[in-house]
């Protein structure tokens, strides 16, 4: 493939990157949002970046104008008639249109679907050395955040040159993101890039690349001017090269009673629902939660799992249900969406149907239409277990907040219809306004004077 692709080839040279502004906005802004700490150092003390440098973004090089380097590895991304690599030809593939548009604040292009890549990309791949080693399909996400963008691709095959070793490619499975922040400064200039790495079998790498060196998220990383160091390493808890974990939510509701019902089974007891849950896969499968694959992500920020493709859910999981007396009442089938933002996991259900066992009828499960979402609190709130929103078909939402010392639930704070998933309704934006309560003859300007 090299020859064919020898025109493309152009001289390399470094990528010059952003100020230590951009680094120490960026840290700051992370740890104000998570509460990781700062801590102070002498300003006399230097602060070097780390001593084993990682070639990180190394920029277009020898081995193509669009190649970039990623640790031991440089990626020269090429597109190809009907994906057969026959033709090659210099480039990138065109993401499709977003999947989840949202501007001016949020957007996210292309998708891993289930193993299925909503935009797929290839590239041609070469060791430290400069010798092509194999190529590589992957899946690619865009996740753009005011304006800053994020590009995420996850290896999906892997094909070593004639003779070659597919251990000498960056293992199927792999995760890769490279997001270009923005700092701030004079008219808010200065960028900083994040380059994550998590491989399947459980290794995690993030580096902050800027002009003053590369730091590894797992140490300190020091901020200008000696003012301290901000320690970021919690960010690293969470492989997203790995399935996402709906069972993380739940974790923390489970009762010691629950135990003899399922080594799964938790106890949800809010207004409206008091039930005990045990997932299984199958009929065959019992105890067994599915695996959510990410969709789409963001790390070591955020991943999401399960989508709704005109009303046909990508992951679904089962539940048999006991009743507030340890009864078995039946089952339930339910469509699955998993978020895991900063370590901390949330997990909706939406029950899509309900079996009820002998003796028992519908009116005892959970109806057909309800939205149950969990997320665990433990991590972040010390007296904290879970915030568990409900919406069923005939009662309001409600949000309740779980403690090891009780909980208490109000309305939920989100203006969602009966069933918990469709737009707000854009007159409850106008409902307290004071024009509302004029008279139908007023005239209906706003912001006249």
């Given at each position: ?83 057969l ?24 292009s292309?998708?891993?679907l ?10 041609e ?75 399947p ?74 039930y ?16 959510v ?31 507030a ?29 309900a ?69 707000i ?25």
């Amino acid at each position: 493939m090299s020859k064919h692709r020898a025109r493309h080839r152009a001289r390399r040279r470094k990528v010059q990157f952003g100020g230590v502004a951009g680094c120490a906005g960026a840290g700051l802004a992370s740890a104000a949002v998570i509460g990781i700490g700062v801590t102070h150092i002498d300003e006399s003390t230097l602060a070097h970046p780390m001593t084993a440098l990682v070639h990180l973004l190394s920029g277009p090089s020898a081995d193509g104008v669009d190649a970039f380097t990623l640790g031991p590895y440089t990626f020269d991304p090429y597109t190809s008639v009907l994906g057969l690599p026959l033709f090659p030809s210099e480039g990138y593939a065109a993401f499709p249109a977003p999947v989840f548009p949202g501007p001016p604040v949020f957007n996210i292009s292309g998708g891993n679907l289930d193993g299925l890549a909503l935009a797929s990309q290839d590239f041609e791949v070469f060791n430290s050395s400069g010798q092509e080693v194999g190529t590589i399909g992957t899946a690619g996400t865009i996740l753009q955040v005011l304006g800053q963008d994020s590009y995420e691709f996850t290896v999906t095959s892997s094909t070593p040159v004639l003779l070659g070793s597919a251990s000498n490619l960056p293992a199927v499975g792999t995760v890769y993101d490279i997001f270009k922040g923005l700092g701030v400064g004079p008219n808010g200039a200065g960028t900083y890039e994040n380059v994550y790495e998590a491989t399947p079998s459980g290794t995690i790498t993030d580096y902050l690349v800027e002009p003053s060196g590369q730091y590894n998220l797992a140490d300190p990383i020091p901020l200008p001017l000696g003012v301290g160091t901000i320690n970021l390493s919690s960010l690293l808890t969470t492989n997203y090269a790995a399935d996402l974990q709906p069972a993380d939510a739940f974790s923390s509701l489970a009762t010691p009673a629950d135990a003899s019902i399922g080594p799964d089974a938790f106890t949800v007891n809010v207004p409206g629902f008091d039930y005990t849950l045990d997932p299984f896969s199958t009929l065959l499968a019992p105890d067994t939660w599915n695996a959510v694959t990410p969709l789409a992500g963001f790390p070591p920020f955020f991943a999401a799992g399960g989508a709704d493709f005109i009303g046909i859910s990508v992951d679904t999981q089962g539940f048999n249900v006991y009743n507030a007396a340890g009864t078995d009442v039946g089952s339930v089938q339910a469509d699955e969406f998993v978020v895991n933002a900063v370590g901390v996991t949330s997990t909706e259900e939406v029950v899509t149907s309900a079996l009820p066992q002998l003796g028992f009828t519908s009116a005892d499960l959970p109806a057909v239409g309800t939205v149950l979402s969990v997320t665990g609190l433990a991590p972040f709130h010390n007296a904290g277990k879970a915030e568990v929103y409900l919406a069923t078909p005939t009662t309001s939402p409600t949000d309740t907040t779980v403690t090891t010392a009780g909980s208490f639930t109000n309305a939920a704070p989100f203006n969602l219809d009966s069933a918990g998933t469709a737009e707000i309704n854009p007159a409850s934006i106008f409902a307290s306004s004071p024009s509302s309560a004029r008279s139908a003859t007023a005239s209906p300007t706003l912001c006249a004077r």
